[in-house]
């Protein structure tokens, strides 16, 4: 099977022959001769660097997959507990939905609940093969299910259904459901302005994609370097807004004269703020450097477009090919706007205005970065008005980019308007080559028919996501299937009702092969073609086919030119390996019989086929350092996919230490003892170990700062040094801070805190971090 990153990047089709379809006897030639090909670039059965080089990838990319898949479902449920959290600490939720959160941080039993039976499992394996070789199906459910149902289906599309996300069959089915979906979204449209734009189920289906490992890889490759440079400027103070400049402006002027002038009063007008001459020329150079700064994030997005994946910009091509038919008046800018809505505010405004989500960078940026990419983001892709206060500016620019931008909220940000202009004929020039991709249709067809052919076609899929595909189709058969002969109301009729949903702690991955109940399955596939391929070409592919993987085993032969390729047949059919004997023997025959039917000649060596052996072979010495490259590049995106896991697994970790304090607290409210720390083994409690008081712990300005903990302090940068603060937490979920001066005995202050006042008054997460850890530490 051919792997996802030979997928095309250029205006051709994957197998790099125009996208012209092929005929007759050229279509079955070139099918096999592909097929050949393929087998050739993933042979198993050879062991040279280049074979194992690809065996490591393969394992790669299903590590990064399997990864992607998990932290999709962390990131559902952290986004689930970020809103009940919030009911929680308001003492508004029952103690049924304190059961239900409680339901989100347990863990998989292995040794909890069961599988369906034999015949059910065999039932399922006929109905997700339909489901994965049909698109049409998940296409047509996509659009029926409601808001609140689609991102359980799509964990399942996309990280299950369609879950190996660098392989070529299942990329082009998905993105062929992606086409079908898109098509409905516009035949069904009433105005141009509507497109793609509402949160619906089409829009999560876009944003899910996404968030798959192949465009994960493209961010880091991509962003990252270009804003971790940015945040190292920590204190590059590029705002704009003349109200702020003005107000940090005031503030300094205070705080180093110790009152301020009565010509500087304080709370003025937005456009007081921006016609006093000090604010005109503090902002002045943070402008030049600003669409500096934008141009510099521009140039890398636009120079970076040959490593956009290719199913990011074949969705691309289908918005502007749908869009031109379905509004033939819609000017060329217009068109760019939707591409650009998707590309930019489905993928790349995400990342630049929460990089520390996509693990792009370490920590949490400061104050002045976070702003300074907001703004950016915002002039080069101006789809949707991020109210996140990380990255703002960078992103405002870049959004600004890709349609009419609007100043009705932030006037000031018009004095940028010269950086939209000069730039949108570029932005919209990129757009238009993103579309410029070939169409996979022959390449997928073939791959259907291999799949035939596959003994190990499987995923592995929950049981509640079996369960819930199951009960989706039951719940919209008529309209996916009305008529009760065809093959998916067939199929669900059999399966009768779906089962339940089972406890979280129950909800087990089974391996579900699949294999379809209608079309048999190819035993061999060369012998399968025979009938549409004359004998003489398969026999000449296949002896083709055999000396390059001899050549490939013998690397003693390899650097030998030209090759004479009796002599390798004779070596390996007399070395002490069973396997290349067999092949030396085998195609010292074949070659006999090409010479019989006077298609290659042993006078010239074999020319046509030495030719032929010797390209296959420079192919295949190219792809090698491909495959290392991109093992590279992979490597540091898997790490990058672990270390988003642990943050988001630490988030929940946080989340369960919340939940057993308020659990704590709501007991001694009513004379219980049970909570944190009380263990329940057997039905018998055990008792908690005496409170112990944790601290203090000493913690410098310089050390939170560095941490992210102090985002911006007043304290002038001398007396930053002889400042600490003394961190105690005397009973779980309290704690005392205590800022201290070096040579004062006493503190300059001290702060009693408990964990409800901190969350409920949304304080900074990070210095929640070191109180939870504290808290966590007592019970470890």
């Not at 005929?23 to 079955?28: G, Q």
């Not at 979204?185 to 944003?207: D, H, I, K, W, Y």
């Not at 019989?593 to 032929?612: A, P, T």
């Amino acid at each position: 099977m051919s792997s996802y990153s030979d997928l095309p990047t250029s205006p051709q089709s994957p197998s790099g022959m125009s996208t012209r379809r092929l005929t007759n006897r050229n279509t079955n030639r070139y099918s096999v001769t592909a097929l050949f090909s393929m087998a050739a670039e993933q042979d198993v059965e050879v062991e040279d660097e280049l074979g194992r080089a690809q065996k490591r990838l393969r394992d790669l990319k299903s590590k990064i997959s399997a990864q992607s898949k998990r932290n999709f479902v962390l990131e559902r449920d952290v986004r689930f507990l970020d809103s009940r959290i919030g009911l929680l600490i308001q003492n508004r939720m029952a103690l049924d939905e304190q059961n239900e959160v409680e339901k989100h941080l347990e863990d998989v039993d292995a040794t909890e609940g069961h599988f369906p039976d034999d015949r059910k499992m065999q039932q399922y394996s006929n109905l997700f093969f339909l489901l994965q070789s049909e698109p049409r199906h998940i296409a047509s459910l996509c659009r029926l299910v409601s808001l609140s149902e689609i991102d359980t289906l799509l964990q399942t599309v996309m990280f299950t259904l369609y879950g190996n996300q660098y392989e070529s069959r299942e990329e082009h089915l998905l993105l062929t459901m992606f086409q079908s979906v898109l098509s409905s979204q516009f035949e069904t449209a009433t105005e141009f302005g509507s497109l793609l734009r509402a949160n619906t189920p089409v829009s999560r289906m876009m944003t899910t994609y996404t968030r798959r490992g192949p465009g994960q890889s493209y961010l880091k490759s991509v962003l990252a370097e270009r804003i971790n440079s940015l945040i190292e400027h920590k204190d590059l103070n590029l705002e704009i807004n003349p109200v702020k400049v003005y107000e940090q402006m005031i503030i300094q002027i205070e705080e180093e004269t110790g009152s301020l002038p009565p010509n500087l009063p304080r709370g003025v007008p937005p456009e007081v703020a921006a016609a006093n001459p000090d604010v005109q020329a503090i902002i002045a150079p943070r402008l030049t450097m600003l669409m500096e700064i934008a141009n510099s994030f521009l140039l890398t997005i636009i120079d970076s477009m040959e490593s956009v994946p290719y199913g990011i910009r074949w969705i691309c091509k289908q918005i502007r090919s749908l869009t031109r038919r379905k509004y033939p008046e819609a000017t060329d800018y217009a068109i760019c706007s939707l591409i650009g809505g998707f590309f930019f505010l489905r993928f790349i405004n995400p990342a630049i205005v929460t990089p520390q989500a996509y693990m792009l960078v370490d920590g949490v940026p400061a104050k002045f970065p976070r702003r300074t990419l907001t703004l950016v983001r915002d002039h080069t892709c101006y789809y949707s008005c991020f109210h996140s206060d990380a990255f703002i500016q960078i992103a405002k620019m870049l959004q600004n980019l890709a349609n009419k931008p609007s100043y009705a909220k932030e006037a000031y940000m018009i004095t940028l308007n010269p950086f939209v202009e000069n730039n949108k004929a570029r932005i919209n020039q990129f757009l238009n080559n993103l579309c410029e991709v070939g169409d996979f249709y022959d390449t997928l067809e073939m791959d259907q028919y291999m799949a035939l052919s596959k003994k190990d076609l499987v995923i592995h899929i929950t049981l509640n996501e079996l369960y819930n595909t199951h009960s989706l189709i039951l719940q919209h058969v008529e309209t996916l299937s009305p008529n009760d002969k065809q093959h998916l109301r067939i199929l669900t009729d059999e399966l009768g009702a779906a089962p339940p949903q089972v406890p979280r702690k129950e909800n087990r991955t089974v391996e579900l092969q699949l294999y379809s109940r209608w079309e048999t399955p190819i035993q061999d596939i060369q012998s399968a073609l025979m009938d549409s391929v004359s004998s003489s070409d398969m026999l000449y592919m296949e002896t083709k086919s055999i000396f390059v993987q001899l050549i490939r085993s013998l690397p003693q032969v390899a650097d030998k030119r030209p090759y004479n390729l009796q002599a390798i047949a004779e070596r390996a059919a007399t070395t002490k390996d069973a396997t290349l004997v067999r092949k030396g023997i085998k195609v010292k025959e074949m070659l006999r019989e090409l010479e019989e039917q006077k298609i290659i000649d042993r006078s010239d060596g074999y020319q046509l086929m030495q030719d032929e052996v010797a390209a296959e072979l420079v192919h295949l010495g190219n792809l090698r350092e491909k495959v290392i490259a991109e093992t590279k590049s992979l490597d540091a995106v898997y790490k990058t996919i672990c270390d988003h896991n642990n943050y988001l697994r630490g988030q929940l970790e946080q989340y369960k230490a919340y939940l057993q304090n308020v659990r704590l607290t709501a007991s001694k409210d009513k004379g219980a003892t049970t909570g944190v720390g009380v263990v329940t083994v057997g039905g018998k409690e055990k008792k908690p170990m005496k409170p112990v008081v944790l601290g203090p712990y000493r913690f410098t300005h310089a050390q939170l700062e560095k941490e992210g903990i102090i985002v911006e302090s007043n304290v002038p940068d001398n007396r930053r040094p002889n400042i600490y603060f003394n961190i105690t937490s005397p009973t779980p979920g309290t704690f005392i801070i205590a800022l201290h001066y070096k040579g004062r005995e006493k503190a300059i202050l001290e702060m009693d805190l408990n964990i409800d006042d901190l969350l409920e008054k949304v304080c900074h997460l990070y210095l929640l971090r070191y109180l939870w850890c504290s808290t966590l530490l007592r019970y470890q």
